[in-house]
């Protein structure tokens, strides 16, 4: 129902939890490709969803590998990361669905404020400054729109912080939570374990200052 109402949001959840409880197995695999093609298209283009986790770890995904749209679960994984880079590279095969061509102008600001969802996940919570320069690199933006995505998305719920105009930084102090994929999780792993270690020295420093005053 939603499909035929073009309600692609509201699709890609109910579809989502329809394949949750679903033997893919008793799909044949016209059907599955079906469902990955309009999962994958409802979730670029719908509005309010960019936590892409999810299906990206759901099996209907490699009913597409080795067909002609397996590009589009590239592109779920280009988003997934904010990689605008990417999004362009793939530019040429994604024009060629009809749906993304005709979004083109909202896919653009959807994998920008994922680029800044990912560059604030990536820093550790006691680094998350972000200056003008490094948002215009990484999204190709000019420094006078930094501060209208940046507030797109706090608007938005995706992220919390505040602009230092003066300073040309941007100061990050939450990222809204996502089902992270493994290279996700291998980041986060590897951000606790660096944690762990600067405990660890702290620890060490404030245990010998201790012993010299007690001494």
């Known amino acids: ?3 035929q109402l ?6 890609y959840r109910s579809a989502l939890k329809f394949l949750g409880c679903t033997d893919i197995h008793n799909l044949t695999i016209e059907e599955q490709r079906g469902h990955a093609e309009k999962l994958t298209i409802s979730a670029l283009i719908g509005e309010g969803i960019y936590n892409f986790g999810e299906l990206l ?24 990361v904010g990689d605008i880079h990417g999004f362009r590279g793939l530019q040429r095969q994604w024009e060629t669905i009809a749906d993304l061509k005709q979004n083109a102008d909202s896919l653009h600001v959807k994998i920008i ?8 996940f990536r820093r550790p919570a ?24 940046v507030m797109k998305a706090v608007a938005k719920g995706l ?15 939450w990222v809204q939570p996502r089902v992270l994929d493994r290279a996700q999780i ?14 660890f020295t702290v620890e060490q420093t404030v245990a010998a200052e201790a012993a010299d005053i007690l001494i």
């Open 1 to 3: 129902m939603y499909c």
């Open 6 to 11: 073009n309600e692609t949001a509201e699709y």
């Open 57 to 80: 770890a759901h099996p209907i995904l490699n009913s597409l590998k080795r067909t002609h749209k397996e590009f589009l679960v590239d592109l779920l994984k280009v988003f997934n």
């Open 113 to 120: 404020l994922l680029c800044l969802m990912e560059m604030t």
């Open 126 to 149: 006691f680094e998350r400054q972000l200056s003008f320069k490094d948002i215009t690199e990484a999204t190709g933006l000019t420094p006078n729109e930094v501060e209208i995505y």
């Open 159 to 173: 992220v919390k912080g505040r602009i230092d105009q003066v300073g040309e930084k941007v100061l990050m102090t």
């Open 186 to 199: 291998s980041r986060m792993v590897s951000r606790l374990d660096d944690w762990q270690a600067m405990i």
